[in-house]
Nanobody
């Protein structure tokens, strides 16, 4: 069983920046960030594969968000720049631990989830 501890959310004005962190208690393969706004489905934000560091981004965050990871620390990070009010959501870290060499955007593919951290962007 792997536990994910995500943190770093907060309140920021539009155009500002925030960074999120997630640390896994064990080894994982792909790690990603999802987000869920009130009344909406949980959506893929960004993901990164272990070792190759191949990344994938959701269309709404391309060019503004950057995902990185530190395999030695079993950690993944999300740097969010040029934030917009529509980025307001609870952000969840997710990880795959059983299947290497994939980077899915579908939530059902992920084995473990963090508790979520709130990001609020004011206009």
């Amino acid at each position: 069983q792997v536990q994910l501890a995500d943190s770093g959310g907060g309140f920021v004005q539009a155009g500002g920046s925030l960074g999120l962190s997630c640390v896994a208690s064990g080894r994982t393969y792909a790690m990603s960030w999802f987000r869920q706004a009130p009344g909406k489905e949980r959506e893929f934000v960004a993901g990164i594969r272990r070792s190759t560091y191949i990344t994938k981004y959701g269309d709404s965050v391309k060019g503004r968000f950057t995902i990185t990871r530190d395999d030695a620390k079993n950690a993944v990070y999300l740097q969010m720049n040029s934030l917009k009010p529509e980025d307001t959501a609870v952000y969840y870290c997710a990880a795959i631990s059983r299947t290497p060499d994939i980077l899915p955007i579908y939530r059902l593919a992920y084995d473990y989830w963090g508790q979520g951290t709130q990001v609020t962007v004011s206009s």
